[in-house]
């Protein structure tokens, strides 16, 4: 038997694939160093798992209501007015396994069969979620001399009469760009001009350092046809935890509430529990993290910028370095093999993010100074090597 026609579209994840690589050589005995994976090396804080726990010990264990608890929905209602001066309820908000799943519920709501949605380009892999609802994703090629952050002019020359909505995603992945009032409210209002709907996933919105990125809700009168994601991964390092959330109109949340009824059901009680402990209990954790990614972007940027051939901007936000390689002229995916194969160390090639993402590799720094130190001298020595190779 055949699979459906339409999975012959859908990519596979291209930092999947070489975690599965990655994870083969070591089941081999190989020893690799992990750069790929975007993933706090932290683990969740003790109150967050204590939370989890207790909820589990009073036999939170069935299903829940798939909108998310009440008392987690009020929760994020309640911290982002604080936070953004903004007023929600609860209807207002959907709790789901993870953010990704957000993201899938708001596409599949949104869009119907061969609807455009214009994403900005390089980016994290939206355009198998895009497929697999229906939709068909159109690339917008930013530049890396404009911080990768779309120009008007270039935005409206993608719209057409099919075009449903616009993909947001910063600070980015795999780019760190961020984006500045100025630039988002340019998008802001020619979204509103042709009628579009704004998704905007902000999950890295924690994970800033010089300055913040811009967020929708900067412009309130913009909420009616936005979606706004994020969730607990990055910022309370709860990655395996998959808790994450979207915030859109009322009537939005009432269609993806259909579509997790129809998928996923619900999301355990416990891990709820836990998201509620997050956002109820001490934050230095967030700063201390933020302040620790920031010291090792710092490293990661000036060892991948010694290496001759190499140049990489200084991302604003996320964790997530991006260096140019294209004087190097190997393609990226035979590069990442290559590190993979030679050096022991998995990173992601930028061919996989999308249009502008060829010539890059992505490599992660949340993982230890060592881990950095080590892995981009040994990126610095496959380097070398292709240099006298040619």
Not at 299 to 305: D, E, P, R
Request: proline share 7%; charged share 30%.
């Amino acid at each position: 038997m055949l699979p459906a026609k339409r999975m012959s579209k859908i990519p596979p994840s291209s930092t999947l694939k070489i975690l599965r690589l990655a994870k083969e050589l070591e089941r081999s005995g190989k020893r690799i160093l992990h750069l790929e994976v975007g993933e706090p090396d932290f683990d969740t804080p003790e109150h967050i798992k204590r939370a989890a726990e207790e909820a589990l010990r009073k036999g939170m264990t069935k299903y829940t209501p798939s909108p998310g608890l009440p008392q987690l929905r009020e929760k994020i209602a309640e911290k982002l007015g604080e936070e953004k001066g903004v007023d929600l309820k609860q209807e207002n908000i959907i709790v789901t396994p993870g953010a990704k799943h957000a993201i899938f519920c708001a596409l599949v709501s949104i869009l119907d069969p061969e609807d455009e949605i214009i994403i900005p380009s390089p980016c994290w892999t939206y355009e198998a979620i895009v497929l697999v609802a229906g939709g068909k994703p159109v690339f917008l090629r930013t530049k890396e001399d404009e911080g990768f952050v779309p120009k008007p002019e270039d935005l409206e020359r993608k719209i057409t009469k099919k075009t449903k909505a616009i993909l947001l995603n910063y600070p980015s992945n795999p780019t760190g760009a961020i984006i500045d009032r100025s630039a988002l409210e340019d998008i802001l209002l020619i979204a509103k001009k042709e009628k579009l709907w704004i998704i905007s996933d902000e999950i890295y919105e924690k994970l800033t350092y010089e300055k913040r990125s811009a967020s929708i809700f900067d412009f309130p009168d913009c909420l009616d046809r936005s979606v706004y994601i994020s969730g607990f991964s990055k910022t309370y390092a709860m990655t395996g935890w998959r808790l994450g959330y979207a915030v859109a109109p009322a009537n939005l949340i009432s269609e993806m509430i259909k579509i997790q009824e129809a998928t996923t059901s619900c999301v355990p009680g416990f891990v709820q529990m836990a998201g509620i402990a997050a956002l109820d209990g001490p934050q230095d954790f967030v700063e201390k993290m933020r302040k620790e990614y920031w010291t090792r972007r710092d490293l990661s940027v000036y060892l991948l910028n010694s290496i001759e051939g190499v140049s990489c901007r200084k991302p604003g936000g996320a964790f997530y370095a991006f260096p140019n390689m294209r004087e190097i002229g190997t393609a990226s995916v035979e590069f990442c093999e290559r590190l993979l194969q030679e050096e022991g160390v998995a990173a992601v090639p930028g061919s996989g993010f999308g249009p502008g993402g060829e010539g890059h590799l992505r490599i992660s720094f949340a993982t230890s100074p060592d881990v950095i130190r080590e892995g981009i001298e040994k990126i610095k020595s496959l380097v070398e090597r292709i240099r006298k190779e040619k």
